[in-house]
């Protein structure tokens, strides 16, 4: 299985870091009932939520990868971790992106991450 990340058309795939898609659970709703007896039962819908780190990135794919973000929530592709292939509407944030060094007249950044929430 091959792990996918496209935000709003634009593949980010070949550059997610190794071990760069960390999966999450977010709980919406949820809702306890206690009856009497002492059975609980609870309601909640699951949304998916991704942290995402991407490897060093030359300044035009970080310029080119930064306007696929401007959309938010943005449209997002994704593999799940029992690899089903899932299209989501999805809010990004937390932007981050390491300080950029220039070496050999080209310039880089590191350490650029961000968490994707499905709506």
């Known amino acids: 299985m091959e792990?996918?990340?496209?935000?709003n058309g634009?593949?980010?795939?070949?550059?997610?870091?190794?071990?760069g898609i960390t999966y999450g659970v977010t709980y919406r709703q949820s809702r306890d009932v206690v009856v009497l007896?002492?059975?609980?039962?609870r309601a909640q819908i699951e949304k998916y939520n991704l942290d995402v780190s991407l490897v060093e990135l030359r300044d035009?794919?970080?310029?080119?990868?930064?306007?696929?973000?401007?959309?938010?929530?943005?449209?997002?592709q994704f593999t799940t971790?029992?690899?089903?292939?899932?299209?989501?509407?999805?809010y990004l944030?937390?932007?981050?992106?390491?300080?950029?060094?220039?070496?050999?007249?080209?310039?880089?950044?590191?350490?650029v991450s961000f968490t994707v929430e499905e709506r």
């Open 3 to 7: 792990a996918k990340l496209i935000i």
């Open 10 to 19: 634009t593949d980010f795939s070949p550059w997610v870091a190794e071990d």
């Open 37 to 41: 007896n002492g059975t609980l039962y």
């Open 60 to 76: 035009n794919t970080m310029a080119t990868l930064k306007a696929a973000m401007l959309t938010n929530p943005a449209a997002v």
């Open 81 to 90: 971790p029992s690899g089903e292939t899932l299209t989501r509407t999805c």
């Open 93 to 111: 944030s937390d932007p981050s992106e390491g300080a950029k060094t220039v070496k050999g007249g080209n310039t880089y950044y590191s350490g």
